[in-house]
């Protein structure tokens, strides 16, 4: 038990049956779901290769690419290490500027902050720009249940809030859809839409401008997330492309931001660092089309009642694990998504959080204790491609070794007999330790039949071959067929 | 116990301090290793002497940049900004203009549109209007960037997003090479708005589409000289 530090053990995490950060199933099943649709693996396959060859064309204009990723991964570290001061110095400096800072334990207890702010003006409608951390605690069914309608206003997110779905990637939340599906879904659910609608992607997104303009002229309470907060100055930032950030961040009266305790800068200086790896990494873009920052209210300019409520919900359970606390470097750019050879074949959905992808296998178990998502360490080939691409330099592959440790751990102090995987892989640490031992096994005739039989065993058939749990163990894993002569035998004979 | 107390408390136990151990003091900037270009340099990567010829070559490349993203760019002389002005408004057929207060007269000597000012316009009535003319406080050329903070000649944030056509006049000692020099000029006291390209989403199958809440149009008139009064 020398792997579980003592202090992570025991930290509040993200609580369960609000929000979204687990799923109804294990990664194994719902990624064997996913799988067997091809329009959404087709849709996904087109949608990442595009992305990465944009995001590999704008980071090669870099020389310094190198240099900027050290020097991001070196603020994150400084703002995790001292957070508790950033967070103070930023509570003061937003307080300033006339900005209400609020702090939230846990999902519940923002919602709850937040439906009070919303019910205190007297609106019984808001406009959102898109935000992870909203959907990380629930808020629009928590707004909904008190009587307060949400609207998304991203397009993508307004096509998975019409469809009655779930966002699937982190910077295109609708990327598992394709233009048709997204007409059919306007058709039917879009008040007022021409039923003329095309497909193309011009007259849908002219569309969503229609129906969402009367909103942004009209309400009076905005929900934001934010990209970045900056500690010395008060600072909020949000980037996006569309307008509808703008438009929600300055017509309002009233601006309610929601933001995860992790999201800071220490000043406003580093955003020379974060503002070029940002667009780069995510849209693969020299810079998305909109930025906003503000600093506490404007007068005369933009929303007069502003409110910051910074956001635990496990973030301080994960900080706790030094081997996973990096994981809080994130800066949600989704580079890693679009690399993951996992992800490019499950989608997003498969994760059951709302943080999918590489960074989503090692985000949301630390959240809410990986005894609530234990598959999701395990959802990774450890290719290492997100990690190179990471531009906070999050070493995920690394993380998800310990993770999986962590897992494994978890369920040997809950169960009284070894697991499965532990009673497996201490036989294989016997077999290997010595060379006679390996040498004789690898010419036994046994392991070339459990290789056939788990060939055989991926049809749903044969898979009744294997008993559990050797059955699970090769239902998602291809094992190669043993050669002929093993390279001992044939060095002996010469 | 507060939940700021408390979320505080659970900050200083995961960093392991002991009870009531203070938290060590912030380092701010001067700790970071910063070996990244931070002025005097282009997209190439090669530091150029600051001077006329790097002026220049800053002027090209945030040409080429917008107009990768598709936003207009019309160079003028000093002398020709007025008709400059007129003939883009022309153009595009704007009837009505809003004219943020600050922005020089002397350039709006040929507007034949009809001019408004913001007399805390409501956000339906800004969109009532045609479109909107502003100066910028700086442009970035790597890029693409143009940062309006809110000052003379700009207007509130709202002036540049609700009208569909925006006209940013700059000048091109208002360049800079990348994103540390900007950040370094700014300040961040102000209201500031980062804009790169007209509006546009990459949300259905990642195709581009230009316009969806922002202004569709972005045109942009490049002064080959200092700006009046600068």
Partial sequence: ?494 | MTARDEVLARISTALGRARGEAPGEISGAAAIPRRYRRAGATAAGEGVPAGVGHQAELVELLVDRLVDYRATVTRSEPAGVADVLAQRLGQHRIDSVLVPDGFPEEWLGAVSAERRTDDALTPAQLDGIDGVLCTGTLAIAETGTIVLDSGPGQGRRALSLVPDYLLIVLTSDQIVAGVPEAVARLDSGRPLTWISGPSATSDIELNRVEGVHGPRTLDVILIQAARPGF
């Fill in chain 1, 1 to 494: 038990m020398t792997v579980a530090g003592k202090t992570y053990l025991g930290m509040p995490t993200a609580p369960p049956g609000v929000g979204q950060l687990r799923g109804d199933e294990s990664f194994p099943d719902a990624a064997e779901t996913a799988l067997a649709n091809g329009q959404l693996r087709r849709n996904l396959a087109n949608a990442t290769s595009t992305i990465r060859a944009k995001r590999a064309a704008v980071v090669a204009e870099v020389p310094d690419w190198q240099e900027l990723r050290a020097a991001a991964a070196a603020v994150k570290d400084d703002v995790l290490a001292h957070l508790d001061s950033y967070l103070v110095q930023l509570e003061a400096r937003v307080t300033e500027r006339g900005g209400v800072v609020h702090w939230a334990r846990d999902a519940n207890e923002a919602n709850r902050i937040v439906t009070e702010l919303v019910a205190a003006t007297g609106s019984r409608e808001v406009v959102k720009v898109k935000s992870m951390a909203t959907q990380e605690i629930g808020l629009n069914q928590a707004l909904e249940e008190a009587g307060i309608l949400a609207f998304e206003t991203d397009l993508a997110e307004l096509i998975v809030q019409l469809g009655d779905d779930r966002p699937s990637h982190i910077l295109v939340p609708a990327i598992h859809r394709n233009r048709t599906e997204i007409r059919d879904i306007f058709l039917s659910e879009m008040a007022g839409v021409d039923c003329g609608l095309t497909d193309d992607p011009a007259a849908l997104a002219e569309a969503a401008r229609r129906y969402l303009r009367e909103k942004f002229l009209t309400t009076k309470v905005a929900i934001s997330g934010a990209n970045f907060a900056i500690a010395d100055t008060g600072t909020l930032m949000v980037v996006e492309s569309e307008g509808n950030g703008r438009m929600c961040l300055t017509l309002p009266d009233t601006l309610i931001t929601v933001m995860g305790i992790e999201k800071l800068l220490p000043s406003f200086t580093d955003l020379e660092v974060f503002l070029q790896l940002l667009p780069r990494s995510s849209t693969g873009e020299r810079m998305n089309p909109y930025t906003s920052m503000w600093t506490g209210v404007h007068p005369g300019d933009g929303p007069q009642e502003f409110h910051l409520v910074l956001l635990d919900n496990g973030r301080t359970a994960t900080l706790a694990d030094e081997r996973g606390r990096a994981a809080l470097r994130c800066i949600r750019c989704s580079a890693c998504l679009n690399v993951c050879p996992v992800y490019e074949r499950t989608g997003g959905h498969a994760y059951g959080s709302v943080y999918p992808g590489p960074i989503g296998a090692v985000l949301s178990p630390q959240l809410t204790g990986v005894a609530d998502n234990p598959s999701l360490p395990f959802a990774s080939t450890l290719c290492g491609a997100c990690y190179d691409v990471c531009p906070v330099a999050i070493d995920i592959p690394k993380m998800l070794v310990h993770l999986r440790e962590r897992v494994n751990q978890d369920k040997a102090t809950s169960h009284r007999l070894p697991t499965p995987e532990s009673a497996g892989m201490a036989a294989a640490s016997w077999a290997m330790r010595g060379h006679r031992r390996w040498t004789w096994l690898l010419r036994a005739a046994r392991l070339g039949r459990l290789a056939r039989l788990s060939r055989l065993s991926r049809s749903a058939a044969g898979r009744r071959l294997l008993p559990p749990p050797l059955s699970a163990w090769v239902s998602s894993r291809d094992l190669p067929a043993p050669p002929a002569q093993s390279f001992r035998d044939w060095w002996a004979e010469q």
